[in-house]
């Protein structure tokens, strides 16, 4: 298997899920306009339809990586999250999207589809410098995959021009982030937090190479 080859099928198979649906379909559909064997189409993504929604899903967190590496959001550091989630959703198709967050539904998908969510948070959060390496680590990931989460399903239900309220929802998401992170600051700050917080918490470290929930293929 060739990372080309299973490129050349996403986006063969990725043309047919308006009318079929993220699914073995239109995989299989896929195969076939590039002239490629049904038995390879397994080979390529064991997990089906799923295994295409992800592929779809990283896809598009490798573009953001890349943009937010090449051109770093400015301004606060609430306004650069919200810059560099706008950005992830500006790099896929609403209809795309939906197809796939249809099949990631699934209940045997549902470990996927929180690993998915919680790498755009780690690409996000890592892509704007975060250097924790604590217990922050693991509550700034959580709180931000809250917000992609609901920040997507408004915006595909969202028909404002240019999309100007989903901008605006996750703005006032964010800002709630923010606070989150504000009061954990004032509290840390409290004669005997900072001892508190090490005794219930100094054992949580970021991971180092170790799997997250979910299949990786």
Not at 122 to 150: E, F, H, M, P, Q
Request: glycine residues 6%; neutral net charge; proline residues 6%.
């Amino acid at each position: 298997m060739t990372q080309t080859d299973q490129e050349a099928l996403l986006d063969a198979a990725l043309t047919h899920v308006p009318f079929e649906g993220m699914n073995d379909i239109a995989l299989m559909a896929g195969a076939r306009d590039i002239g490629m064997s049904p038995a390879l189409v397994r080979v390529h993504f064991p997990q089906g339809g799923a295994g295409l929604a992800a592929a779809y899903h990283r896809r598009a967190d490798r573009k953001l990586r890349e943009s937010l590496a090449e051109s770093p959001p400015e301004g606060r550091f609430r306004d650069r999250v919200a810059q560099a989630l706008w950005r992830r959703l500006h790099l896929v198709d609403p209809e795309l999207v939906r197809a796939g967050a249809s099949t990631l539904a699934l209940p045997q998908n549902a470990a996927l589809a929180a690993r998915l969510v919680w790498e755009t948070a780690d690409v996000i959060w890592t892509g704007l410098g975060d250097r924790a390496d604590d217990v922050n680590w693991y509550s700034k990931r959580v709180t931000l995959s809250a917000v992609i989460s609901a920040s997507v399903l408004f915006w595909l239900g969202d028909d404002s021009p240019d999309h100007a309220d989903t901008r605006a929802f996750i703005d006032r998401r964010i800002d709630g982030v923010m606070n989150f992170e504000t009061i954990k600051a004032r509290l840390r700050s409290l004669p005997g937090a900072e001892a508190l917080t090490k005794a219930a918490f100094g054992w949580i470290r970021a991971p180092r190479a170790k799997p997250l929930p979910g299949k990786t293929h």
